[in-house]
């Protein structure tokens, strides 16, 4: 009967299906890039010896910084057999978006844990050895030779470890390392070897006891990507939950409407002696029936998509997904789930016809409420959509939220934007900013400090400032900017001090206002950063929430604190006539081709990360609104079939055929229309309840302006257009005499 | 009566092929000229409503041809401008849209041919025609039975069509609304002289038409003219108040005896000569 029931509306059952299934697909594959990420990530360093040594408080070896110094004084450690120094960094090129690369003494234990399939090891300067991955996508094989940052290196091997995101990168020389990451005499990390009859954890103490910097882990048990991976099925979820909503919204739709259209037959069972409960389990029963083939057909979707992503060349590797039998358990359980709450409405509705008032029902709008709040504008499209209320609002709030999750995001990218392009005084048009080109992140970027006399010098440059970007994350200051800058510069204009004086001391700081909120200090009051206190001399504001969010000290000590000494993030440039900032701007291009140089005012367009953000929140986007789409066709079906007599009568009256289509596609317009204003509203309600949150305005600043909102009611209006092609279709194909003839 | 408005020729239709094949109509040849007032009659299953599809273009015989206002059906340019010119349909059940006023239904078949304001006032007259002026704002479930029908038949008249194609229009209606809008369509006929076919199962329904083809098994079996003068007469007669009662006293047995009126109506004028 359940299965006989759900047959007899083909298209719904399989757009409702379809619906859950994306929900469910979005699960799986999300789910198991994330587990694979994390997986990945975590053992990517090739850990072979027993204990890893990185900078204490950073993110992970990627942000590690340590003098390279330090290996004698870990040699000297009671215990230690052998120190590898390596580096470990992360840079883009054309054709790898993320390449990673890895850089050993040549011999190194650590090195050997890069084994050699073709070719030879590394054993000099300008050879690499690449990962198979990466051979593959980059379509490279021995003797050929790769450009990294302008520098040609010669492939000498090809090597495997077993692991997607270490053969998607390269080995190379540690002093090679060194120049490719801009860490002159500075390293990632340490591999420690521990002599064969000493006590590990011992060794361990006796190495973080030589320097409060260095973190020690043993290797055995080490994740690198533990800091990230309760964000990253965070983020996995947050995804999830949007997919997985409209589909629940798209289920429960389809099972009222079921109800609705079933109102006398289920009339007709109660007046037969079924009691309520064998209602309650009929309508369950459906829901639950089609949510699971969703879940199903959605595992199956998740896989397939997962495969396809990490199969794409060059990000591959990144995505390579793991599945565990928890994983599908999630997604059939949330599958089941989506039945239960989608199938819950509507099987209490049926329950609760009366059956005298259900034997009656003959469709259409019951009388009373149509009495009372009748529709008196709007042509017959609108005056659809009022009559079937319930529906309206189940779908509109479906298409709404994908809406609302464009909008949402929109202006969180605007927003991060917007504040990139503020950071540090580029609010002048006449600036530039220079940074390292092809970093993989902002906060990677790496400049030699020497450019900055070299730059003075050039011709029509007014003034450079120098600026060096760090990042405190930990679970009391989770996101915490640290800028250095020299307190003489004219970027320091920038920083409006509010309160107090500027910095005169190395040990003396000035905070953001945000921030003085946040951890509820001001002037006078210690700040402790890395174990070093700094004093606090003088409150900012900059507007720009990242800033306000943390504090600036003199460049020297936070090249110093954040272990980059010479080095600096940015480099922003004054010039002395604003209609040269262009001729500056290139001449500045071709003498520092390792440079990315741009007009500050479009910096952030132009770096990769924003690009990314871009991506995945088109991604995101994409995702809500097919799912948004597929209940908006959905609902269009729902909504001919109900009126098939109608559209019948209309035909036998000498309708033409594109009305009828005209009327179903304005029909849907309507819907979407409605549901892109109503999410609009819901994502600006959304990012607001967020941006109150504790320490969010450290990070979030939005940003709104027009465009987000016409690009996000486009998109539903399309997205409205397409789903409601094949309905019109099918309602202009109806022939009038079984139109007429359909119950 | 001399302008011919419908001709069939050998219309055929077959609904489902092979074992299932239902043959709905075989072989029909019908006539009908402009300004008629014909009722077709016939058990359930015939093939009544088939015809009056095919009269009407909403379906395409297998085989055979349909001739309405001197266009060959099969070869029609533009179905739809034929149904909403052409011909007007009034169903058994009203269909009138749920969500439009009955001033609004009665516009549906106006749309794309008229303007708004002349739409309205159009629509306006023929609500005011089947006497439902003061209603133009109610909606169907607002409106009795009859009312409905009434709507359905102003909006079949929208774009004063040669042909009105009437299906069972008083079979869901109780025996004082069916009379109501039986009287409107035979004043339309005589008012306006809208040709009119109508299908119907109640034999006093046809009585008040001029002409009644009964069908059977997809044919026509009869076809009879009522309109030379003897015969209004004795149609008068027989719905006369005398008529009823004297069909009444012997009515069981004139009906057994004699399906057709035509005879009975004779037997009975036979009668009342009798009696002198
Ligand atoms: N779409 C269809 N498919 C198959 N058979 C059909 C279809 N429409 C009608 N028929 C069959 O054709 C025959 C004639 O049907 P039609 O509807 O014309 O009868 P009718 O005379 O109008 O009957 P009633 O008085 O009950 O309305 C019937 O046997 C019916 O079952
Ligand atoms: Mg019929």
């Known amino acids: ?743 | 009566m001399t302008d011919e408005l419908i001709r069939t020729v050998n219309l055929t239709k077959i609904y489902g092929a092979g074992e299932v094949a239902v043959r709905a109509l075989d072989g029909v040849n019908l006539t009908v000229a402009a300004g008629e007032f014909l009722a077709v009659m016939g058990p359930s299953g015939c093939g009544k409503s088939t015809l009056l599809n095919l009269l009407g273009a909403l379906d395409r015989p297998t085989s055979g041809e349909v001739w309405v206002a001197g266009e060959n059906l099969a070869r029609l340019k533009n179905v739809d401008a034929f149904r909403a010119k052409t011909v007007g349909f009034v169903f058994q059940l009203h269909n009138l849209l749920p969500t439009l006023t009955a001033l609004e239904n009665v516009e549906v078949p106006m749309q794309g041919h008229l303007s708004a304001s002349k739409r309205r006032m159009r629509a306006r007259e023929l609500l005011a025609l089947v006497g439902l002026a003061d209603r133009d704002a109610a909606l169907p479930n607002q409106l009795s039975g009859g009312q409905r029908q009434r709507v359905a038949v102003a909006r079949a008249l929208a774009n004063s069509p040669a042909l009105l194609l009437a299906d069972e229009p008083t079979g869901s209606l109780d025996s004082q609304s069916g009379e109501e809008i039986l009287a409107l369509l035979a004043g339309l006929n005589r008012t306006q002289g809208t040709t009119i076919l109508i299908v119907t199962h109640d034999r006093r329904v046809a009585q008040a038409t001029q002409r009644i083809v009964r069908m059977s098994d997809g044919r026509i079996i009869s076809d009879h003219r009522l309109d030379d003068p003897l015969e209004e007469d004795l149609r008068t007669l027989a719905n006369s108040r005398l008529g009823q009662a004297i069909l009444e006293h012997n009515g069981v047995a004139l009906k057994h005896l004699c399906p057709d009126e035509r005879i009975a109506l004779q037997r009975l004028l036979e009668r009342l000569a009798d009696r002198g």
């Open chain 1, 1 to 743: 009967m359940i299965l006989k029931n759900l047959w007899r509306r083909p298209m719904r059952s399989l757009l409702t299906i379809l619906g859950i299934a994306i929900g469910v697909a979005t699960v799986v594959s999300l789910g198991a890039m994330a587990e694979g990420m994390i997986r990945n990530y975590g053992t990517v360093v090739g850990l072979s010896n027993d204990l890893l040594v990185i900078q204490a408080n950073a993110l992970d070896p990627l942000f590690s910084t340590l003098d390279e110094e330090m290996a004698l004084r870990i040699q000297a450690v009671p215990g230690v057999e052998a120190v590898d120094p390596g580096i470990y960094t992360w840079i883009a090129t054309e054709e790898m978006p993320f390449f990673l690369i890895f850089g050993y003494p040549p011999g190194s234990a650590a090195a050997a844990h890069y084994r050699i399939v073709a070719g030879k090891p590394v054993t000099g300067p300008k050879q690499i050895a690449l990962g198979r991955r990466a051979a593959e996508s980059l379509k490279k094989t021995v003797d050929d030779t790769v450009r990294l940052y302008g520098v040609p290196y010669r492939i000498v091997g090809i090597y495997e470890t077993g692991q997607g995101m270490e053969e998607s990168g390269g080995l190379v020389t540690l002093a090679d390392g060194q120049e490719i990451a801009q860490k002159p005499r500075k390293v990632s990390l340490f591999q420690v070897a521990v002599r064969q009859k000493s006590d590990i954890n011992q060794v361990k103490q006796r190495i973080e006891t030589l320097d409060k910097t260095l973190s020690v882990n043993i290797a055995s048990e080490y994740n690198a990507a533990e800091q990230y991976a309760g964000l990253m099925q965070g983020y996995a979820w947050g995804i999830a939950a949007v997919a997985i909503i409209v589909g629940g919204l798209g289920m429960m739709n389809a099972m009222v409407m079921s109800v609705l259209e079933r109102t006398r037959e289920i009339g007709t069972l109660r007046a037969l002696g079924w009691r309520r409960r064998q209602i309650v389990m009929m309508i369950l029963g459906e829901a639950v029936m089609l949510s699971l083939i969703g879940g199903v057909v959605g595992v199956a979707i998740g896989v397939g998509l997962t495969e396809l992503a990490a199969s794409a060349p060059g990000v591959g590797a990144f995505m390579e997904g793991i599945y565990s039998a928890g994983l599908f358990a999630q997604g059939l359980f949330t599958a089941f789930f989506l039945g239960m709450i989608g199938g819950a409405y509507p099987a209490w509705r049926a329950a609760n016809l009366l059956p005298v008032e259900s034997l009656r029902y003959e469709g259409g709008s019951s009388a009373d409420s149509a009495r009372r709040f009748r529709l008196t504008f709007g042509g017959q499209a609108l005056r659809n959509l009022w009559r079937r209320r319930t529906r309206t609002i189940l779908s509109a709030t479906g298409i709404g939220i994908g809406v609302a999750t464009l909008v949402m995001l929109a202006s969180m990218s605007k927003g991060i934007m917007g504040q990139l392009n503020l950071l540090a005084g580029s609010g002048s048009p006449g600036n530039i900013t220079l940074m390292q080109k092809k970093v993989a992140d902002l906060s990677l970027s790496t400049l030699d400090e020497r450019m900055v006399a070299q730059i003075q010098a050039m011709p029509g440059v007014k003034s450079v400032s120098p600026f060096l970007m760090g990042f405190v994350m930990s679970a009391d200051m989770p996101f915490f900017l640290i800028g250095g800058i020299d307190p003489n510069s004219s970027a320091m204009a920038h920083y409006r001090l509010v309160e107090g004086r500027s910095i005169a001391r190395p040990n003396e700081i000035l905070i953001g206002k945000t921030a003085a909120k946040n951890y509820k200090v001001g002037i006078g009051d210690t700040l402790t950063l890395y174990d070093n206190r700094y004093r606090i001399v003088g409150l900012y504001e900059t507007g720009v929430a990242y800033e306000d969010g943390g504090c600036i000290m003199a460049l020297r000590e936070a090249q110093r604190l954040l272990n980059r000494p010479r080095s600096l993030s940015f480099i922003f440039v004054d010039v002395i006539d604003p209609d040269q900032v262009e001729a500056v701007r290139a001449a500045l291009e071709r003498r520092f081709p390792e440079a990315q140089v741009s007009l500050s005012s479009q910096f952030a367009q132009d770096t990769d990360s924003q690009k990314q953000l871009d991506a995945m929140i088109a991604v995101i986007g994409g995702l809500a609104m097919l799912v948004g789409g597929i209940v908006v066709a959905n609902t269009m079906m729902m909504s001919i079939y109900e009126r098939t007599r109608e559209i019948g009568t209309l035909r036998a009256l000498g309708w033409p055929k594109r009305r009828i289509l005209g009327q179903v596609v304005q029909e849907s317009l309507w819907l979407c229309l409605v549901a892109g204003a109503f999410g609009s509203c819901f994502g600006v309600i959304t990012v607001w309840g967020m941006s109150r949150l504790p320490f969010a305005d450290a990070i979030i600043a939005v940003s709104w302006d027009a465009q987000t909102f016409a690009n996000a009611i486009g998109i539903a209006l399309v997205v409205g257009l397409l789903a409601s092609f094949y309905p019109a279709w099918r309602a202009s194909r109806l022939q009038p005499v079984e139109a007429l003839r359909y119950e």
